[in-house]
C-alpha cells in the first residue's frame, strides 16, 4: 500500500514538472474574440443630437443678463410665442433664468416614445444649475430636422455655497443631467432591409482580422457568404427573406475567431505626461543618457530710501538672481528586451519622470531602437 502511495506521489510530481516545463516553452495561443467585439453593421450607429433651451426656476444663479444677452432675447421670444409683449426697452434683470446646451444620443433603430437621457450645459455665465427646470428644448441631427423633444427637471451632482467673497464647491455646477428627459419624436432609417448586401466595418485596419472575419463566416453560413474587400470592409450576402436577417446577423455577431495581437504602439499623453504601451513592444540594445536642466530665476524688492531733507525720492528696484543647475547623466545600456516587462525594466533603469520619457521614447524610435509606432494624443 505504501508504494502505491509512492509511485502516485512521484508520479504527481512528475506531472507537475511537465506542467511548470510547458508553461515556458508552449506557445500563447491568439486571443479569441467574437465578432462584435471588432467590428459593426455599417449604417447601425447612434446619431448626436443638439438643442438650445432654457432652464428656469433657478434661486438667484441664473445668467447675468447684462453680460448675456442672448439670454434675454431668447426669453422675449418664449414669451412673444405665449402671448405676452414685452414693452421695447424693458431691462430685464432676471436671475432666475439660464441659457443652455441640451445634447444627447440617439440610438440604432430608436422609435418614436422611447425616452433619452439629456446632458444639460450652461451656456452662459450662470452660477448653478441646482433646482432648475428646462423647458421644452427641439434637438436637432446633423440634417436640421427635429428628431427629440427634450423637457425635465435637471439633476445636478455637485454642491456649493458662497458667502463674504468667501466660496466652497463640490463638483461642476454648470452641468447636469435629465434621466430619460427627451421622447423621440422621428426614427433614422437603416440600410438594414435595404438591398442584397451589407457590409461589416472593422474598428481597426488589419488585413488579418478581415481574413479571419470572413473565414469564420463562410465556415459557419456557407462558402461565398463573406468576402473581404479590405482591411477594414467585409461584405456580407444576406439573406432573401428579410425575416432572417435579424437572426443572421446575431449568429454572425456571436461567432468567435483566433485575433491576431495588436501591432506595437506606444500612446503619449502630451498634456498629462502619461505614457502607455501594449505588450508588443520591443527594444533593441541602445545605450541611453540622460540629464536633467534647471534655471531658476528669483527675484527681491530693493528699496533705496534718500537722507533726511536731501530732497530725494524713494526708489524701489529689483535683485535678479539666476542660477543653473545640472544633473548629470550617466550612460545607461539597455539590452534588447522581447516582453513588455523587460521594456519597462529598462525604461525603469533610466530614472525618468514620465515628462522626460516622451522625449528618450522619441529619441529611441528615430534611433531605430523602439519597435513600436509613436501616437501623441
Not at 508553461?23 to 438643442?51: D, M, T
Not at 426614427?187 to 438591398?195: A, D, I, K, N, R
Not at 531658476?296 to 524701489?316: D, E, K, R
Request: glycine share 10%; net charge neutral.
Amino acid at each position: 500500500m505504501k508504494s502505491s502511495i509512492d509511485r502516485f506521489v512521484r508520479l504527481l510530481v512528475i506531472l507537475t514538472v511537465i506542467a511548470a516545463s510547458a508553461a515556458l516553452w508552449w506557445p500563447v495561443g491568439a486571443a479569441a474574440a467574437r465578432i462584435k467585439e471588432v467590428a459593426a453593421v455599417q449604417g447601425v450607429r447612434s446619431n448626436q443630437l443638439v438643442g438650445y433651451g432654457l432652464v428656469v426656476g433657478l434661486d438667484g444663479t441664473g445668467d447675468q443678463t447684462t453680460q448675456t444677452p442672448f439670454t434675454t432675447q431668447s426669453i422675449q421670444a418664449m414669451l412673444q410665442q405665449m402671448g405676452v409683449t414685452v414693452p421695447a426697452g424693458t431691462n430685464m434683470q432676471l436671475r432666475n433664468v439660464a441659457a443652455v446646451m441640451v445634447t444627447t444620443q440617439l440610438p440604432a433603430f430608436a422609435q418614436p416614445g422611447q425616452p433619452l437621457d439629456v446632458t444639460v450645459s450652461s451656456l452662459g455665465n450662470a452660477k448653478s444649475l441646482r433646482g432648475g427646470t428646462l423647458i421644452a428644448t427641439p434637438l436637432k441631427g446633423a440634417d436640421g430636422q427635429i428628431y427629440a423633444l427634450a423637457q425635465g427637471n435637471v439633476v445636478i451632482g455637485g454642491a456649493g455655497a458662497s458667502a463674504g467673497g468667501s466660496k466652497v464647491q463640490i463638483n461642476q455646477l454648470s452641468a447636469g443631467r435629465i434621466p430619460q428627459g427627451a421622447t423621440v419624436e422621428r426614427s433614422v432609417p437603416t440600410p438594414l432591409q435595404q438591398g442584397d448586401v451589407i457590409q461589416l466595418d472593422l474598428n481597426a485596419s488589419d488585413f488579418n482580422t478581415a481574413r479571419e472575419v470572413a473565414r469564420v463566416i463562410n465556415g459557419a453560413k456557407g462558402e461565398g457568404t463573406a468576402v473581404a474587400v479590405d482591411g477594414r470592409v467585409v461584405q456580407l450576402r444576406m439573406p432573401a427573406n428579410p425575416a432572417q436577417r435579424v437572426a443572421f446577423l446575431a449568429d454572425i455577431e456571436n461567432l468567435q475567431f483566433d485575433a491576431a495581437a495588436p501591432a506595437a504602439k506606444v500612446v503619449i499623453n502630451a498634456r498629462t505626461g502619461s505614457v502607455v504601451m501594449n505588450q508588443a513592444v520591443t527594444l533593441n540594445a541602445c545605450a541611453v543618457a540622460h540629464g536633467n536642466l534647471s534655471v531658476t530665476i528669483s527675484s527681491t524688492p530693493v528699496v533705496s530710501q534718500p537722507g533726511a531733507l536731501s530732497g530725494g525720492q524713494t526708489v524701489v528696484s529689483e535683485k535678479t538672481d539666476i542660477s543653473i543647475a545640472q544633473q548629470g547623466g550617466s550612460l545607461v545600456q539597455m539590452a534588447a528586451g522581447t516582453r513588455l516587462t523587460d521594456v519597462v525594466k529598462a525604461l525603469n533603469a533610466l530614472g525618468a519622470t514620465p515628462q522626460d520619457l516622451l522625449a528618450i521614447l522619441q529619441a529611441m524610435k528615430s534611433a531605430g531602437a523602439l519597435n513600436a509606432e509613436l501616437e501623441v494624443i
